[in-house]
């Protein structure tokens, strides 16, 4: 790739935690070559196993609001009571590299992302119905009950926004849907490239769109009504 007139494609995936999207995520990182993940930063304490500077950068309150006067952030978001952000940097980084930039983000900051890069490319990751992101949650076992009843909660309210995204994938089988956000992403490069396209491409185009809002409503129904969610009747965008 033409480093000089790179401009990256921007993918932006949001899930509801305990759907899957970590996994996902990492996988993806590793099929797919020249593609950066954006590293956020967030003000909320470590967990776990994470190391900083991988998962995430962990700073200060303080910090992150200087980092927000500086006019460091593309996007910053409140989430769960902490502040999270994407750094401008990493976008820069992947357009001299002549690389692809993968943003994990929650649902507002990808509105955010669509305004200011109306071209970034936004998938949603669904749990198969809420039995299952319950099922996952607790097998986690990293949740208290009362945590668990505030994430299902929360997973309906960010469900409701499934439609603001360009592709849905429904996480049933991790197989299926790491070949699928495969497809989603080489796709789209694949589109940008133009020119003549081979069986096997065209194939790979297919699978992607079979991903798209418009084709996947009827899968998404019988999910939302698991969440108790009002059924969209007709609409085709
Ligand atoms: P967790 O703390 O469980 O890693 O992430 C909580 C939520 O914050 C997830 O939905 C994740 O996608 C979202 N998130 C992570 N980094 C960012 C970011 O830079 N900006 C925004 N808006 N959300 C983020």
Redesign the pocket.
Known sequence: MNSSTHKPLVYI?????GSG??TLVSKLMKLVPDLDF?V???T?PL?GSEQNGK??YFISRDEFKQMIDREEFL???N??G?Y???ARRFLDEAAQKGHDLL????V???E?IKRKLPDAISTFVLPPDRQTLERRLRARGEDSEQVIQRRLVTASR?IENYDKYDYILVNDRLDESIKSLQDIVRSERLRRSGGPLSGEQKQMLASADRCRLSNIRDRVQPILASFAMPTVTGGSG
């Open positions: 995936i949001s899930a509801p935690s999207k970590s954006s956020s930063y967030t909320r967990r998962q995430y996007e910053h978001a989430v769960f902490n999270y952000g994407t943003l994990d983000i929650d507002q900051g990808a955010q960010e």
